[in-house]
């Protein structure tokens, strides 16, 4: 039982490449979350998911785009990377209850220069 | 939208001393208080919660008072340990449509052994 799994772990980009990080959960839930974290800011909203094929924006959309193509999977995308994306990304699921407690993954660490 | 303000940003106490954390929240509408910890690499983690009908909770050294009148609420951890030391977050998250929690800029513990 992993959890939340974010893959990959650290990488490095140049300004305008582009790529997808990955977020899969084992917990069958239906919530899925972006955020970033970056010094003194604490944790930004940046897409989330209520269920297999949904998507909406949260605080910090701008420069992302997310897809939810199965229940266990959300991808979060950067078509065109700039050095403000440099952070640390959280993938978040949770059941969508009442009382919601999110389940957070370990982070992907993003560089871009 | 809702706003959460957390203090303090820093809180350096020696071991076996208490440390208290404060959020305050600006939506009446919040029935849910959140608390997580990430230790160094790794994504938050639930310690504790409560719900807006209660007005303390405890597990073991932690405990969290919500004074629903004045939108506060403050985390409290007694005989500190090294383990303790870590980033804290508090989260408010209204009652009604998606089950989004706006998060707290986070707290940084250092306990000194």
């Known amino acids: 039982n992993a959890g939340v799994t974010q893959t990959p772990k650290f990488r490095v980009l140049k300004t305008g490449q582009s790529m997808t990080l990955l977020c899969a959960q084992d917990?069958?839930?239906?919530?899925m979350y972006w955020y970033r974290q970056d010094p003194g800011m604490g944790l930004r909203l940046i897409h989330y998911s209520v269920g297999e094929g949904t998507t909406a924006k949260g605080e910090v959309p701008d420069g992302y785009n997310v897809s939810r193509l199965k229940k266990q999977n959300f991808l979060l995308g950067l078509e065109s990377a700039a050095p403000s994306q440099t952070s640390v990304y959280f993938c978040?699921?949770?059941?969508?209850?009442?009382?919601?407690?999110?389940?957070f993954g370990a982070g992907t660490r993003l560089s871009v220069l | 939208g809702e706003n959460v303000e957390q203090h303090p940003s820093t809180l350096s106490v020696q071991e076996g001393d208490s440390a208290v954390i404060k959020c305050t929240y600006s939506?009446?509408?919040?029935?849910?208080f959140p608390w997580y910890k990430q230790e160094l690499g790794k994504g938050p983690q639930l310690i504790i919660d409560?719900?807006?009908?209660?007005g303390e909770k405890k597990d073991q050294r932690i405990a969290v008072t919500l004074n629903k009148t004045a939108k506060h609420f403050s985390l409290h951890i007694t005989e500190t340990q090294p383990e303790d030391s870590a980033v804290y977050f508090c989260a408010a998250r209204a009652s009604g449509g998606s089950y989004i929690p706006t998060f707290g800029r986070g707290t940084s513990l250092i306990v000194h052994p």
């Open positions: 409560i719900r807006s009908n209660v």
């Open positions: 917990m069958n839930h239906e919530y």
């Open positions: 978040a699921t949770g059941q969508g209850t009442r009382n919601d407690i999110q389940y």
């Open positions: 939506d009446s509408a919040s029935n849910y």
